[in-house]
């Protein structure tokens, strides 16, 4: 019988294997089956025992049951395959799958089934694949350890094999200690490959920001210097670069907020928030994303709307970010802005009359670089992160995002974010 304990460890670790290869899969998603210390049934290693990037626990077994006969083959066969996904993973699985054997000493304990939205690259592939050594070991070490406690027992229950059972016991303890040093071996690998990430994004903040804040204050400059020797012509082509690196600045810094929210690195500073005074900042700061469109921005809010206490630069963000989402995707028409308190909550609505989102998308339209028309992508800049930032610092906040959209005749997104009243 195996230890509890040791199986509902080995379980959280399962979960959060699937969660990490479905985040490098570029929210993919993630299947893992796997045979528990203990299980002797022939078909134990095609049990599902975690999920991650599904909506509801029924998609992910609907997923898997579909799928099941290219998991027995790579289980029979302990050979990793490529596939299609017999479209039950729908924009998940637009690339394909890519199926894993969680390979033991002793055979094929499990495998570990990967969608991609798009093709993964080299590194994404490689650190797919150290996640999977990393599975298999935890897997392994796991069986060594319960065949160890089941031989200990044993040994306690009958003396008369005393002898032979000791030698097994031996042959198990050095295994063991094999998959101790492997373990710890793969986890140095992953170690290693969060580290590179970390002076990645380290390196890209001071190699490209401080660069391009140079170029920005530059040309800021040259347009507000008193300098008639440059044509019109010269100064149109400096406002479109100064739009340009301006837009290149907010994508980069987008990333970069991303990455420490994921990191737990962008804390929380409470003070005193006026949110009229923060709508009027991100009115101001749309303006060159509506210039000569023929679109209204409409103030609902209540002059008796009281102050409060908040994170001000992450509530400015956040409606700045929909605010500017709002003014691109609308050509005409209005953009409303409405807010009120409801109970110890700051509740606040983005509507607008633009081109609106269709059902299918709505699904995706968090998803990191998500766009909802790739055909449309040079007509409304971006980088599709605008919206995946609005999510990820209102889950900081305790806060959430509701959609209201359809196609063509616009989009309502309300934000609820806890408050303090001051």
């Not at 969608?115 to 797919?128: D, L, N, T």
């Not at 059902?359 to 605008?386: K, W």
Request: proline share 3%; with cysteine.
């Amino acid at each position: 019988m195996s230890d509890p304990h040791q199986t509902q460890a080995l379980s959280d670790a399962l979960r959060g294997a699937a969660a990490r290869a479905a985040g490098l899969a570029g929210n993919g998603a993630c299947l893992v089956f796997a045979r528990m210390p203990g299980e002797r049934s022939p078909n134990a290693a095609e049990q599902l025992r975690a999920a991650s990037g599904f909506d509801t626990p029924d998609a992910a077994r609907a997923a898997a049951g579909a799928l099941m006969a290219t998991i027995r083959e790579v289980v029979s066969s302990g050979q990793a395959t490529r596939a299609s996904d017999e479209g039950q993973l729908g924009k998940m699985g637009l690339a394909g799958i890519t199926v894993h054997p969680l390979l033991g000493d002793q055979g094929v304990n499990g495998a570990l089934l990967v969608s991609h939205p798009a093709e993964p690259s080299q590194p994404v592939a490689q650190q797919i694949a150290q996640l999977v050594g990393s599975i298999a070991t935890h897997l392994d070490y796991a069986h060594v350890c319960n065949e160890l406690q089941a031989l200990r027992s044993s040994l306690c229950e009958s003396e008369s094999i005393a002898d032979e059972k000791s030698d097994e016991l031996l042959k198990l303890s050095e295994a063991l200690f094999a998959q101790d040093i492997e373990l710890l071996r793969s986890n140095e690998k992953l170690g290693k490959i969060e580290r590179l990430k970390n002076d990645f994004i380290e390196k890209m903040s001071r190699e490209l920001r401080t660069p391009l804040n140079s170029i920005i204050e530059a040309v800021i400059s040259v347009l507000t210097g008193e300098n008639e020797t440059i044509s019109e012509s010269a100064k149109d082509c400096l406002r479109n670069a100064l739009d340009e690196g301006t837009a290149f600045q907010r994508t980069l810094e987008n990333i970069l907020d991303l990455w420490r929210i994921k990191q737990g690195e962008l804390p929380i500073e409470i003070q005193e928030v006026s949110f009229g005074e923060l709508l009027e900042e991100a009115i101001f700061s749309v303006q060159d994303t509506l210039a000569g469109k023929p679109v209204q921005i409409v103030k609902e809010i209540s002059p008796s709307l009281p102050k409060f206490r908040s994170d001000l630069a992450k509530v400015n963000q956040i409606l700045f970010l929909l605010l500017d989402n709002a003014s691109k995707f609308t050509l005409e028409g209005e953009i409303t802005v409405k807010a009120r308190l409801a109970g110890e909550e700051l509740e606040f609505e983005i509507s607008d009359t633009g081109i609106g989102i269709c059902a299918d998308d709505q699904q995706f339209i968090f998803d990191d670089f998500y766009q909802v028309d790739d055909r449309s992508s040079g007509r409304y800049r971006g980088a599709g992160l605008g919206l995946t930032l609005v999510r990820d610092l209102l889950i900081l906040l305790d806060g959430d995002i509701s959609v209201v959209s359809e196609a063509g005749l616009g989009s309502c997104m309300t934000c609820r974010v806890p408050i303090e009243l001051s």
